[in-house]
Each structure stands twice: as C-alpha cells, then as structure tokens.
C-alpha cells in the first residue's frame, strides 16, 4: 500500500497588483504555468508599463518583501506565490504615478458652436425640429410675458411695503413667521425686489448680510429675504412667550 502523501496544487493564482504609476490596487487570476516574460506581458495591458521597462516584486499576504522576479524564463509557479500575495510592479521607463489617471492632462476635444448648431444628430437639432424648450419662441414668450407681469407684481407689492413696519411672511411650504422689514428694494445677491426681514424668532438664515454685504442689520438666524408677494403687512405684535415669568 502506498503511504505517500500527494500535493495537488492549484493551477491558478490570485493575487493583488500594484505599480509605480498608480496608488490604485486591483486582483489579478493568473496560471503558474506562464513564464515571467510572459506575465509581464499580461501586466502592461493592466498598469500601462512597457514589459521591457518592467521590475517584479513579490510581497507576502502581510505585504512583507520576499523577493525580486528577475527570472524572464522562470515559471510564476517556481516562486512562493500565494492567494492574496502581492505583485509590485516598478517602471524604469520614466512614467510618472498618474500619469494614466489624471484626465486633466488629456486634451479636450471641443465642437464650436456654430460647427454643432450645423449637425442633424444632437439632442439641440432634435428640440429645433420637435420645437421644444427655448426652440418654441411662442412658449418662451408667453414665459416671458409671465415672469415680466410677475415681477411687476412683485414690484407693486414692495412699493407698499415700508421699511420698520410689522409684517407676516407666508412662503409656501414653510409655516408663517412673524417679523419686521428691515430692507425693500432690490439686491446683488438675486434679481428683482426683495424684502428683508427680521424674525421675532431665529428662523432665519443669516444677519442681514449675504454674500459679504450689509443690507440690515439683527443678530444671527434671525435675518431673511423673501420675495415681496409673500409678506404682509399689519398689526402683527411680537408674541409673548412668557420669559419673564417664573
């Protein structure tokens, strides 16, 4: 009867990869059977290192160092290579790490307008043709006859809103907020009218200054601007939330 033991060993190999032009780590099956040269071959379609220009260097599971891959004639299965071992591979050819990455580095390639507005198969021809969007002029300028009356409206009601006066902002979506205007007029921030306004409570979103200007002055989250056709004014008193009772 025959005692002997029998190693079978699997045919392929799993291992990580990673290279001198990239931080990135990808896994990689290969067969023990292919040659070194061969192997090298296989990698430059992965890190983009020319295989003529390329160094191997084996690390454990742990990523301790075993040892270079030198051998072009040698058998990948000749050396202790394990599942999850890793693979480095070091390029002499001068890249640089990302150079394969960096997108910034690629040329654009850029259509002028004029050249694309002439083509039959982009997404612009296809509005043009089904008139839709800004390719429907009798759409946008009934839009533009909206927004005109509507900002007409807007400006009606902030001529009616004065500056220190009581109000109740009602913005739909949002409950109702008490307050005092504290700014009419229009803004750098946005077009056309806006009211500032100074909550009793912080509900706000900031001081009375947006984007580095002073329009009013409160203290922090008590400040808003909303438009004109939202506020009204009136005799709205500060409510009193008894805080000066014990």
């Known amino acids: ?32 059977g292919i040659s070194i040269a061969e192997l090298k071959g296989k990698l430059e379609m992965i890190v983009g290192a020319p295989a003529s220009c390329m160094d191997l260097e084996l690390f454990s599971i742990s990523d301790k160092f075993l040892q270079k891959m030198d051998e072009n004639e040698a058998l990948l299965g000749s050396y202790p290579v394990d599942d999850d071992c890793r693979i ?3 390029d002499r050819s001068g890249g640089q790490m ?7 580095k690629v040329e ?18 296809f509005m043009k043709k089904q008139r839709v969007g800004r390719f ?3 759409e946008m300028a009934k839009k533009k006859a909206e927004n005109a009356a509507r900002e007409e409206e807007q400006k009606a009601a902030a001529d009616a809103i004065a500056v220190g006066g009581r109000c109740k ?24 009218y806006w009211v500032g306004v100074k909550y009793d409570e ?9 984007e580095g200007k002073q329009y009013f ?15 009204t004014v009136g005799d709205f008193p500060e409510e009193d939330y008894g805080l000066d009772e014990i």
């Open 1 to 32: 009867m025959d005692s002997g033991v029998t190693v079978i060993t699997n045919p392929t190999v799993n291992v990580r990869l990673t290279s001198t032009l990239s931080s990135f780590e990808v896994q990689r099956r290969f067969n023990r």
């Open 88 to 90: 480095h591979v070091v």
């Open 98 to 104: 990302g150079e394969f990455t960096d997108v910034s």
């Open 108 to 125: 654009k390639f850029e259509l002028p307008d004029d050249a694309y507005d002439k083509r039959t198969d982009t997404a612009r021809s």
């Open 136 to 138: 429907n002029e009798e």
């Open 169 to 192: 902002v009602q913005v739909p979506g949002q409950p109702t907020k008490l307050g005092t205007v504290m700014y009419v007029g229009t803004t750098d921030f946005k077009p056309g």
């Open 202 to 210: 912080p509900l706000g979103k900031h001081n009375g200054t947006v």
């Open 217 to 231: 002055e409160c203290e922090n989250k008590y400040g808003a601007f909303v438009k004109p056709l939202s506020v």
